[in-house]
């Protein structure tokens, strides 16, 4: 073996790599044996089904044993649950995402689901779950966190951050808090440019710092970094905190955090469009990180490795640099992962009788989280018989670039308030009929409809960022006047929050089946809604 093979195979250990298929690939199999990357990432374009699933995960931990690795791999996946949800149902009940949790207002039930999603995920032999999110959604008009977040208190953050942690570990799974030093006061998505955050130190501590500063006090395992640029830290630089050592001081340093700090993915154009993915994995490292995350190009994986390689022989980083990584993630794996658990097949029988579970967990979390932000009087519950018109946004509806990373097509806008909530409210009402708009305005037909209808149920997700839902929405509500009008917000709960016009509201945090059934049984009057609006609401003057 040639000196450049023994230095990929100790460098790759520092590396987290995504693959394309739900079977082992030519790429996945030279990354783990010939560069002997330490982690891989799984995407829903890995995911099938729950057998394929379960062999996929114990068929990497078998060639990282037969490739000679000396501990397993760690195998890590984005089930945040809501929003982001990589394995989903049929495979694994859905589960409701930080901001209905916050909403529903229990951190009992933020812990009891957060172990329940652990198990889940250790049946497949998945170790790590990139998760908690630490983001304090401050900016409504956020891209990329919005419901992925608790809410827009430092304080719930925090505390929800800590309930999810505490679940996963007590099911095994190593917990990862993301995105430091905070992502939630942007307009930017990182997915798709650098987001420039002009906070001061103080700023900083007094909102986005507040949950990591939390969360490294209750001894979290893992830290993913953000891309995104502090210029008023000390030092004024431009880089993105996942390249910068004023960003790793903070958290090293100040924080005094102790294990592991991964990039988020650097093939995310807050640092591709920038400084190059390649040479920002070289930064990264040089700037204090241990794990490096590349989840979509093999070209782009070997030579990131390569290039780290190459900085390692001519002086550019120290051995001292990566030893130290080296040594935070093998110190994890040891706490968490061993070859007897990573090479033992779990029995398939064992999933459906967690799946059932989960999903008694989920129904009673999801009534808890519908919110009724304001009701007409008189108007619930809805007639079971009245003649009765549903409106939904088709394509174009905005969405952040982690709700599709890695699926098996590139990412499109596809239609996003799902045409089965329309058989959701028809287990009520038979009568209901189906309206999908597609831009600001309905034919003529579908407007005579509207203004017939004894009750209309307007859905709309991310309005506030879409102005064609926004406009269609206000002139539903003009045209209606004080005929029956419900709006249903399925995702960001900022729609028509301070809109006095959509007389009955409520907000159900993310575009799920499930969270809609329960807003279905509230205006149906089966259930009331529990929830509270985990962000700012000032209530509009009548």
């Avoid at 070859?339 to 029995?347: E, F, H, N, T, V």
């Amino acid at each position: 073996m040639t000196v450049l093979d023994e230095r990929r195979k100790t460098v790759g250990q520092l590396f987290a790599v995504g693959f394309h298929g739900t079977e082992l690939d030519d790429n996945i199999r030279s990354l783990v044996c010939d560069y002997h990357v330490g982690a891989v990432v799984l995407f829903k374009r890995n995911v099938r089904d729950a057998a394929q699933l379960r062999a996929l995960c114990l068929s990497l931990q078998q060639l990282a044993k037969e490739a000679g690795h000396g501990q397993p791999l760690f195998v890590g996946i984005d089930q945040e649950n809501g929003l982001v949800t990589r394995i989903s149902p049929p495979v694994a009940s859905q589960m409701p995402g930080p901001m209905a949790l916050a909403a529903a207002g229990s951190l009992a039930s933020v812990r009891a689901v957060a172990e329940a999603t652990g198990s889940m995920l250790r049946h497949f032999g998945i170790n790590i779950n990139y998760a908690p999110v630490g983001d304090v959604n401050s900016e409504p008009l956020n891209p990329v966190i919005g419901v992925r977040s608790p809410g827009d208190d430092p304080v719930r953050v925090s505390q929800s951050a800590a309930a999810c942690a505490a679940g996963l570990r007590a099911s095994g799974v190593v917990p990862c808090i993301k995105h430091f030093p905070g992502h939630g006061d942007t307009r930017v998505d990182s997915h798709y440019g650098l987001p420039v955050i002009r906070k001061s130190r103080q700023a900083l501590e007094a909102t986005e710092l507040v949950p990591f500063r939390h969360a490294v006090a209750h001894a979290i395992e893992m830290v993913m970094t953000a891309h995104i640029s502090l210029p008023e830290l000390e030092g004024g630089s431009d880089l993105p905190a996942t390249l910068s050592p004023e960003a790793m001081e903070i958290l090293r340093d100040d924080l005094e955090f102790q294990g592991v700090v991964m990039t988020d993915c650097m093939e995310m154009d807050g640092v591709r469009a920038t400084y190059g993915t390649v040479e920002g994995s070289l930064m990264a490292l040089q700037a204090g990180v241990d794990n490096v995350m590349i989840c979509h190009t093999f070209q782009v994986q070997t030579a990131a490795i390569d290039r780290v390689c190459q900085a390692l022989e001519h002086g550019e980083i120290s051995p001292q640099r990566i030893e130290a990584s080296l040594r935070r993630l093998s110190e994890l794996k040891s706490r968490f992962i061993s070859w007897d658990d990573a090479l033992q097949p779990q029995a398939p029988e064992g999933l459906s009788a967690m799946n059932k579970g989960s999903e008694e967990l989920a129904k009673q979390v999801y009534r808890d989280a519908t919110t009724l932000v304001r009701s007409q009087a008189g108007l619930l519950p809805l007639s079971r018989t009245a003649k009765t018109v549903f409106i939904s946004p088709g394509p174009n509806v905005p969405l952040g670039g982690a709700v599709h990373s890695g699926d098996v097509a590139p990412p499109t806008r596809v239609p996003w308030v799902s045409g089965s909530f329309g058989d959701v409210l028809r287990a009520h009402n038979p009568t209901v009929v189906d309206i999908r708009f597609v831009d600001s305005t309905l034919s003529e037909d579908e407007w005579r409809q509207v203004d017939k209808a004894e009750v209309v149920i307007l859905a709309t997700r991310n309005a506030r960022e879409s102005q064609y839902q926004a406009q269609l929405g206000m002139e539903v509500a003009r045209r209606r006047g004080e005929a029956p009008l419900a709006t249903v917000a399925t995702c960001n709960p900022y729609d028509f929050l301070e809109c006095p016009d959509m007389r009955t509201y409520l907000a159900i945090y993310e575009p799920t089946v499930e969270a809609f059934s329960a807003a279905a049984h509230v205006l149906y009057g089966k259930v009331s809604a529990g929830g509270k609006l985990p962000v700012s609401y000032i209530p509009p003057r009548k």
